[in-house]
């Protein structure tokens, strides 16, 4: 089948348009660095565009008619975005799901330590992660410290100009010898991924009056870094017991090339396809059937979890939905779930020419070529997939072309080389239609990934025509 570079075929109102929502992208990357703070960027962008907390909506004990919009959210970590459509709930909706957590690396529960006059914060990664990756290179503490009290500290150091930033400290090479025969696997382990935060000792003078004699303590370094984390976050050392804190690459999201085709950046598994999802969520006003946009957390450690795609939270959020729109009725939120379609959108994996052995390519997604559906994802034969129906995937096939849409279908590399998995399996054990669909991405998981400004673009126009459906 031919494969075309979409970047050809546009207009100059097309391109207007691709660059306006490659901008919104890349400040939506800047903003959203956690699955909390993706949470509040949602919800901002959402209520400004109409939508109520459905909390709030209950509470006034009102009910919910067509048109109505409003959001349900679930411990800061994710959420879902609902659009009621003219047909009833239960005849089925259009979900649009994506994951907002992203590989990263994650502060431990009693973290900090000295060690020869250095301060570090022990660390455990998140997800999927070439290790060697992450050190010797400018590092951001995201997060929350939640006290006692009850009270949430929001920490965010590295991303001004005027911040300091943290580091994983690497081996200089002309030591490494040994350390370069190592399997990759084994260059830097999960236990040296200890990041560097501080090598100045807490100063206390002795006396009053004495010739500004200091004394040095034990884990004076240490001490220091506890001082300053009282002065600015008002925490002690307990409060890490309670506290999550994630250590991203430093920076914002770059435009790519000379010719500006592409971004540079982190965290774009899975949120090239969540704030895609988002934007065209937001930007379809009406349509037939109820519209839903589903923002999950905890995907790249197996969708587990209060937060991840196996919660109940959606489920019991749609019985909410059902009770205010047609009564009360576990039978209709069943029909709801398994007459409804989705579009579980994930990344995948971009034809790469440096490493043209691990593709397949005829069954590669390209740079350019717009959305990504992938029929099956799994590995060893397809385990662990969700395998799309050809009927659901004819009906998007007639969707995309009537709405101009560029779209390719692919897998994730070369058979037997590995695999994947996404959320689409867990939706489909409602008996609903749902397909893997997404946005190429190069070098997946690295601390900065590469995408396509042209497939964000064509993501958008995918999502805006699946919804109206
Ligand atoms: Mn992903
Ligand atoms: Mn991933």
Redesign the pocket.
């Known amino acids: 089948m031919e494969r075309k570079n979409i970047w050809t075929t546009y207009s100059e109102q097309q391109l207007q348009e691709l660059d306006s929502i490659n901008e919104k992208y890349k400040a939506c990357l800047d903003a959203g660095k956690t699955e909390r703070e993706c949470v509040e960027i949602t919800i901002r962008m959402a209520e400004e565009a109409g939508y109520r907390n459905l909390k709030d909506v209950q509470a006034a004990g009102e009910s919910l008619k067509a048109g109505d919009k409003v959001y349900a959210v679930n411990m800061d970590k994710m959420l879902a975005l609902f659009r009621i459509g003219s047909e009833p709930i239960s005849s089925g909706m259009n979900i649009l799901g994506a ?1 907002i957590d992203s590989p990263r690396i994650d502060v431990k529960q009693n973290p900090l330590y000295e060690n020869e006059g250095f301060s570090y914060l022990d660390t455990h990664y998140y997800g999927g992660i070439k290790k060697y990756q992450w050190v010797a290179q400018p590092l951001a503490l995201h997060g929350v410290v939640v006290k006692k009290d009850g009270t949430v500290e929001k920490v965010c150091i590295g991303e001004e100009a005027s911040d300091p930033v943290f580091v994983i400290t690497d081996l200089l090479v002309h030591l490494a010898q040994e350390q370069l025969e190592k399997k990759a696997s084994k260059v830097i382990e999960g236990e040296k991924l200890d990041l560097l935060i501080g090598n100045c000792p807490l100063e206390e003078v002795l006396e009053a009056g004495s010739d500004s004699r200091k004394k040095e303590q034990k884990d004076a370094v240490k001490a220091n870094v506890l001082r300053l984390l009282k002065e600015k976050y008002n925490m002690d050392e307990e409060d890490f017991y309670s506290a999550e804190l994630e250590i991203v690459p430093a920076g914002k999201a770059r435009d790519c090339g000379i010719d500006r085709s592409m971004i540079l950046s982190y965290g774009q ?2 949120r090239v396809c969540a704030f895609t999802s988002l934007f065209a969520m937001l930007d379809v006003k009406k349509a037939k059937k109820t519209g839903c946009c589903l923002l999950v957390d905890k ?2 450690i197996g969708s587990v979890g209060a937060t991840g795609m196996h919660s109940r939270f959606f489920e019991n959020t749609v019985a909410e939905l059902i009770a205010m729109t047609e009564g009360e009725s576990e039978l209709k939120v069943r029909r709801a779930l398994s007459s409804s379609r989705m579009l579980s959108s ?2 995948s994996a971009a034809y790469d020419p440096m490493f043209a052995e691990a593709f397949e390519k005829r069954s590669s997604a390209f740079f350019a070529n717009g959305i990504t559906f992938n029929k099956f994802t799994g590995s060893r034969g397809k385990s662990g997939s969700n395998d799309a129906n050809a009927e659901y995937i004819a009906a998007l096939r007639k969707a995309m072309d009537d709405a101009g849409v560029a779209y390719q279908f692919a897998e994730l590399g070369r058979v037997d080389l590995g695999g994947g998995g ?1 959320i689409a399996y867990i939706m489909a054990n409602y008996g609903m239609e749902v397909i893997d669909s997404g946005v190429a991405v190069l070098n997946m998981h690295a601390p900065y990934e590469v995408s396509s400004k042209a497939d964000v673009y064509e993501a958008v126009k995918g999502y805006r025509a699946f919804l109206k459906m």
């Open positions: 994951h598994d899975d995907e790249e994930d990344v996404t």
